[in-house]
């Protein structure tokens, strides 16, 4: 499959700086966005470790055999393994980070990620930035947020729309940098030409809903136009976080194309 993407960050009205980050690395199929925490631009810091860790760990791990420092998963295929092992790999490095410097104490980031080999999908992710599938004219979340909130609605404590506007629906109950363990969902989507998908932080779905994102991405317009477009939103709304939009556009590949990308990035 042939991948189109287009990344935007913004650091929104309220922040007085951005700790999201993204990443799109078209010639091998890996596409990321990392939501860092902990103010004073360490969030920024453990973000960034984040996605150059995980991308790292696929360049050199993609084209031979690798010893894995993490169990095998046999009931997935092994560019997902690959993804999972991945983020593992990047908790451990925001770790170590924050070992080596007492003055990043409290840092971490939430993380999704996108990894296409052939027609199959792996998304992993670890906290609330999520992932979705627009697909003829439906918007499905790929991800399941990993905090306090959802558990409750998962339990039947609080409707949908009571989490939306709970005071606690920011608190994540896994992030990277967290625990000295992280567990770390993963998916397989197979992929169809005229597919969107969207990796976003929480900074876009705080401000936007679903029918929002759905409608915005409806419109037909070019992947630029729809993220600067959600990223708007999102502001126009109070834009009370950091927002980061990556885009992903699926079609056939044809003879001779080679992978076309764009790369925005807005502060």
Not at 105 to 119: A, N, P
Request: glycine fraction near 10%; charged fraction near 30%.
């Amino acid at each position: 499959m042939r991948v189109r993407a287009c990344g935007v960050s913004d650091v929104g009205l309220a922040r007085a700086h951005n700790e999201d980050t993204f990443g799109l690395d078209h010639p091998r199929g890996l596409f990321v966005v990392a939501d860092g925490m902990g103010g004073h631009s360490h969030g920024e810091v453990a973000a960034q470790i984040a996605v150059d860790a995980i991308r790292d760990f696929i360049d050199k791990s993609l084209d031979h055999d690798t010893t894995w420092p993490f169990v095998y998963d046999s009931r997935l295929l092994r560019h997902s393994n690959l993804l999972k092992t991945a983020v593992r790999l990047a908790h451990d490095k925001v770790l170590r980070a924050i070992r080596d410097d007492r003055s990043l104490h409290g840092m971490g980031t939430t993380v999704v990620g996108f990894f296409l080999r052939g027609s199959v999908a792996a998304v992993a992710h670890v906290g609330d930035s999520r992932a979705y599938r627009f697909r003829n004219g439906t918007l499905d979340q790929l991800t399941q947020d990993h905090t306090w909130v959802h558990e409750q609605v998962v339990a039947g404590f609080l409707s949908k729309e009571q989490a939306r506007a709970h005071p606690l629906k920011n608190v994540v109950t896994r992030a990277l940098g967290g625990e000295s363990e992280v567990v770390v969902d993963v998916r397989e989507v197979e992929v169809q030409p005229g597919d969107l998908y969207l990796l976003c932080s929480d900074g876009l779905t705080t401000m936007l809903g679903d029918k929002d994102i759905k409608e915005r991405l409806g419109k037909g317009r070019t992947l630029e136009e729809a993220c600067r477009g959600l990223v708007a939103d999102a502001n126009a709304r109070g834009g009370f976080d950091n927002v980061t939009v990556v885009l992903l556009g699926i079609e056939e590949p044809e003879e001779g194309d080679e992978e076309e990308e764009d790369e925005t990035e807005t502060e």
